[in-house]
């Protein structure tokens, strides 16, 4: 079956603007994760949705970062007036589960900020 | 959750098997342990998770010793496009709240021709 997709799967934008990446979760997988990779690093955990509850944001490494969740399938991540520390690649993944560790990631998004 | 420790690097010829081993000496009795992969420039892939019984899927095998304090992930034929690397993680769960994934550096696995 569909994985989980995201778009784009890359954008390359200048300092300061705004971007808005997008995730495509497996249908019927309740609990959408955020994260991010830079170059040779590890995952860093960004947000966390499951169902209606309200979202885990602790993980969101400042407020020019958000994400919204419409009809507790798609997702969009938003960075406002990015930063050239920004640029990573962006992944998202999904679980069925209320919660779980069996995690199915998207191809990613990269980013590059110039 | 407990650490794990996994080398650093394996090699491993081409359709043989591959053992990939993780320590766990400090899990606890609710604690699973969970192997996933990344290939290069992909997002990360789950393989395969148990508790104390040995698992097998269409991916890989993972035999738990039965003090639970190490495991070792199989591939029972490795190909070219095995070549990954793995990480070993092990997380229990706490009821409520978030279940993020969190890597250490893992065993880069390459496949040798």
């Known amino acids: 079956g569909a994985g989980v997709s995201q778009s784009p799967s890359n954008k390359v934008t200048e300092k300061g603007k705004d971007v808005e990446l997008r995730c495509d979760p497996i249908s019927g997988h309740t609990a959408l994760y955020w994260y991010r990779q830079s170059l040779g690093q590890g995952l860093e955990f960004l947000i966390y949705f499951q169902g209606n509850s309200a979202p885990d944001k602790s993980g969101l490494p400042s407020d020019r970062f958000s994400a919204e969740r419409t009809g507790g399938s798609v997702s969009t991540l938003t960075i406002q007036r990015t930063q050239q520390e920004d640029s990573a690649v962006y992944l998202c993944?999904?679980?069925?589960?209320?919660?779980?560790?069996?995690?199915?990631f998207g191809p990613g998004t990269r980013l590059t900020v110039t | 959750d407990a650490k794990t420790t996994q080398p650093p690097s394996m090699d491993c010829a081409e359709g043989r098997a591959a053992n990939l081993p993780c320590n766990h000496s400090?899990?606890?009795?609710?604690?699973?342990v969970y192997w996933y992969r990344q290939i290069h420039s992909q997002g990360p892939q789950y393989i395969i998770h148990?508790?104390?019984n040995n698992e097998t899927n269409e991916m890989a095998s993972l035999i738990i010793t039965e003090d639970r304090k190490s495991s070792t992930l199989i591939l029972p034929h490795a190909t070219l496009r095995d070549t990954a690397v793995y990480y070993c993680i092990v997380r229990g769960y706490s009821g409520a709240g978030s279940y993020q994934l969190t890597f250490g550096k893992g065993t880069k696995l390459s496949v040798i021709p």
């Open positions: 993944a999904s679980s069925l589960d209320r919660g779980s560790y069996e995690q199915y």
């Open positions: 148990g508790l104390k």
């Open positions: 400090t899990i606890s009795g609710n604690e699973y």
